[in-house]
């Protein structure tokens, strides 16, 4: 099994080729809504153990 090239990006811009990326494309709709409603949420980043 080839080991993936791709790394864990801790600062600076994301680039799909280089890092691990999460598709949120699904939940923008939701997100939207609660900037709109003027709650809060977090954005959590886990350890290069959680896939």
Do not use: W
Not at 20 to 44: H, N, P
Request: hydrophobic share 35%.
């Amino acid at each position: 099994m080839k080991k993936s090239s791709r790394i864990f990006n801790v600062n600076g811009d994301c680039k799909p080729e280089r890092h691990y990326m999460v598709d949120l494309t699904g939940r923008l709709g939701q997100i939207r809504a609660m900037v709109d409603a003027g709650e809060y949420f977090t954005v959590r980043r886990t350890g290069p153990d959680v896939l």
